[in-house]
């Protein structure tokens, strides 16, 4: 890292700090990276594990940021004294993404302690070190209660809060503008959620509570889980949920992803003429109820939810009733949304726009949150051993997953396919198979390597889970040298691509194939 | 050129759009972080359905060599690839042509692109810096039909695809130029490179020698030092 130009993230490890230190580490900023030290992990492993996450999603290995073990709430955040010294000499910017999200206040102090508490800590350690670039990220919602238009630059306006968390990063911004001899630059997204390409997340408040929510009442009424869809290759029919919800349908909602949303906070960095400003991160056309509604019927397989109108009242039933108990701390975010204006955003990213948060990008949200069992699935995933998982990937996915994906698949009919394939795949859990396709139908696959293949990719199970996880294009395993090829390249790097290809449709509605005509990595 | 260092200079890599055509591109420019520029170079990828994105190494890797050798690039995903804008085609049939007949529709239009590229960089640092068009696979063919007026330029293919596509506009371009060719590339034949070669009238040099087939995995560093090399020899 430069003297003196490095960036400090806060927050690395979180949902919108992952994506931003991605996006610094690709601009080519020197990073260090404030962390504490969780019970299971050292902070250094949990970001060295971030970072080969981060650099497989983008395809080459990304440079390691510099690791400061330490913690917002802390006196001098905990730092070190050499962490102190390196900080002064290498950063002049922070990136404050660090925030707790907590509605409702808690006995811990929380979301007080770091949104507030912490923030001033560290600016405080900033004025000490001569870090003078501040880049807060705030939110849209400081506006409190207030209805109507909202500008960039409006502070305080007696809005009064709907919770401790608005009301925390109103005090934590307020905190960072009082600070003297800091140019501070203050970001404020609206509702964060998944990657728009992947729908990639690990935070599953707002939207996402409501659409659980849902799919738990449905399954409930119903007997049996969203997720048995597919396994039934979509036959079940849709689950009845008789749910009057107390809105017309046409109210919006501010939705931004989250990969937008650092793209358009890192872009800003690498701008200083704009530094000094305020801007909303928000979508330009916030999507309305109805089309999220619409969309979440189709995704979770229920039918009878209802818009019944402002004055419904209590006359919503007794689900109806369950759900806006359930959901009483998001339900401001639904009914009564304030227009924030983004003159300054328009203007400094005028190359950066929101992308359309659309039928297709909403399923592609929807989709992972059901696969990843609405945030449960991972922590349930990491108790197991990568290696059992991986003995059982490679057999049952080559043996019993993939023929029957293929089956419903136009793909290698289009094509035509025609030809014997062979995979040789190392480590445990590996073995060797190989496919034939006859006249674009996939006639068997068996076990070992048949010397009629025309073509034999090597690779390691790793990399094949990666492949089949979509984390990685195949091609990209190819020109990382992941994989190997015997036989005819081109046709090897071109059935990669169908294979990519093929792997797009079974996790992406066929309305979202238009956008991958090239070949791309897997984003994080 | 003569102005462009020896060593390596620190770098920033910043993402941009621009427009090619009806559509706006995404693409990394590279360029010395506090150093005067000393030219320009626009980097053409393989086919967009063979690795031709902004991630690929021979693009990456001669996009950041190039720029901590003072020379500022960009690099870019062609239509419909990544985050750049594209038509709307139907991918399956789309797939199917190409896995049939290594072509799709339209694919010689893509030199729009380099051409949208071209224009972006010559108007960000300074017009009247010298322009090297960079091609690899695919994107060599793309490079003879881009238009530079007036601009002072050269030209590097990077194992060209002689006999998948048409190479006869490079008769007619007069840049100097320097080809390299890998003497194990599976996708065109040694002899062929040679007697395409030797019809050129360009000034011109030929590079051969083995380059992991044509994928130049392990080489990027010596492309960019050829590269450099190539370039300060053509605009002392």
Redesign the interface.
């Known amino acids: 890292m430069r003297a003196g130009r490095g960036i400090l993230l806060t927050g690395a490890t979180g949902f919108l700090g992952r994506y931003l230190l991605r996006h610094l580490l690709s601009a080519g900023h020197g990073v260090g990276v404030l962390v504490r030290d969780s019970g299971k992990q050292a902070a250094a492993e949990r970001v060295a594990e971030l970072v080969a996450s981060l650099s497989e999603g983008v395809g080459r290995e990304l440079p390691c940021p510099v690791m400061l073990s330490g913690e917002l709430g802390q006196r001098g955040l905990g730092l070190t004294l050499v962490d102190r010294q390196w900080l002064g000499r290498n950063c002049s910017a922070v990136v404050h993404a660090a925030g707790d999200l907590s509605f409702q206040a808690r006995t811990d102090g929380e979301p007080w302690r770091t949104n507030v508490q912490g923030t001033n800590e560290l600016l405080r350690v900033c004025g000490q070190l001569g870090l003078s670039e501040f880049h807060h990220i705030s939110t849209a919602y400081v506006c409190g209660r207030r209805r109507g238009t909202i500008g960039e630059e409006d502070r305080e306006c007696g809005q009064g809060f709907h919770n401790p968390y608005e009301e925390s990063k109103f005090e934590a911004e307020r905190a960072v503008r009082l600070t003297g001899g800091l140019r501070a630059t203050v970001y404020r997204p609206a509702v964060i959620v998944g990657d728009s390409r992947t729908g990639y997340t690990s935070s599953y408040a707002g939207l996402y509570r409501f659409l659980e929510l849902a799919a738990r009442l449905a399954e409930a009424e119903a007997g049996w889980p969203a997720d048995r869809r597919r396994d039934a290759g979509g036959l079940l029919p849709a689950r009845r949920l008789p749910l009057r919800l107390p809105l017309t349908g046409d109210e919006r909602s501010n939705l931004v992803p989250v990969d937008w949303v650092a793209r358009a906070v890192v872009s800003l960095v690498g701008r200083p003429s704009w530094h000094g400003h305020t801007f909303h991160l928000v979508s330009q056309a916030p999507v309305a109820l109805r089309v999220i509604l619409e969309t979440a019927a189709q995704e979770l397989r229920i039918e009878g939810v209802e818009f019944a109108g402002r004055n419904a009242g209590e006359d919503t039933g007794r689900l109806g009733q369950l759900f806006q108990d359930g959901l009483r701390q998001y339900w401001p975010y639904l009914a009564d949304q304030p227009v924030f204006l983004c003159q300054n955003t328009r203007a400094a990213l005028p190359d950066l726009a929101p992308p359309a948060m659309d039928g297709p990008m909403l399923r592609r949200l929807i989709r992972f949150a059901i696969a990843d069992g609405w945030g449960r699935a991972r922590s349930r995933a990491a108790d197991d051993s990568a290696c059992q998982a991986r003995q059982l990937l490679c057999a049952t996915y080559i043996e019993q997953v993939f023929p029957r994906q293929a089956r419903q698949s136009p793909l290698a009919r289009l094509a035509g396919l025609n030809l014997m394939v062979a995979l040789d795949i190392r480590g445990p859990g590996g073995g060797q198979w190989s496919c034939r396709w006859i006249n674009g139908e996939l006639s068997c696959i068996s076990r070992g390597l048949e010397p009629g293949a025309e073509l034999t990719y090597h690779t390691d199970t790793a990399t094949f889970e990666a492949v089949v996880q979509g984390r990685q294009s195949p091609q990209q395993a190819f020109f990382e040298e992941r994989i190997a090829i015997r036989g005819n390249v081109e046709t090897a790097l071109k059935l990669a691509v169908l294979f990519d290809q093929f792997l797009r449709e079974i996790s992406f509605p066929p309305a979202d194939r238009t956008e991958a005509m090239g070949v791309t990595t897997s984003p994080a | 050129m003569s102005r462009l260092p020896q060593l390596d200079v620190?770098?920033?890599?910043?993402?941009?759009?621009f427009p090619a055509g009806s559509y706006?591109l995404q693409g990394e420019l590279a360029y010395a972080?506090d150093a005067p520029v000393g030219g320009v170079a626009v980097l053409a990828g393989p086919h967009?359905?063979?690795?031709?994105?902004l991630?690929?190494?021979v693009v990456?890797g001669l996009g950041d060599g190039l720029a901590a050798r003072q020379l500022a690039s960009l690099r870019f995903?062609?239509?419909?690839?990544?985050r750049s804008e594209?038509?709307?085609?139907?991918?399956?049939?789309?797939?199917?042509q190409?896995?049939?007949t290594?072509h799709v529709p339209d694919e010689m239009d893509l030199w729009q692109d380099v051409q949208g590229a071209v224009d972006f960089m010559r108007a960000t640092p300074d017009p009247a810096l010298p322009v090297a068009l960079i091609g690899y696979s695919f994107g060599c063919a793309l490079l003879p039909h881009v238009r530079l007026p007036g601009a002072r330029s050269a030209f590097i293919l990077i194992a060209p695809t002689l006999g998948k596509h048409d190479y006869d506009s490079y008769r007619s371009v007069d840049a100097p130029a320097l080809v390299i060719a890998s003497e194990d590339d599976?996708?065109v034949d040694a002899g062929e490179v040679q007697r395409w070669f030797s019809r050129l009238a360009m000034p011109k040099r030929l590079l051969r020698q083995r380059l992991d087939?044509?994928?130049f995995?392990g080489h990027e560093s010596w492309l960019v030092e050829t590269v450099v090399g190539f370039l300060r020899s053509q605009w002392r």
Request: aromatic share 10%; no cysteine.
């Open positions: 620190p770098t920033v890599v910043e993402e941009v759009a706006r972080e967009p359905l063979l690795g031709g994105n991630h690929n190494n990456r995903n062609y239509r419909g690839v990544g594209g038509p709307q085609v139907d991918v399956a049939r789309h797939l199917a190409f896995w049939q290594s599976f996708a087939n044509h994928f995995r």
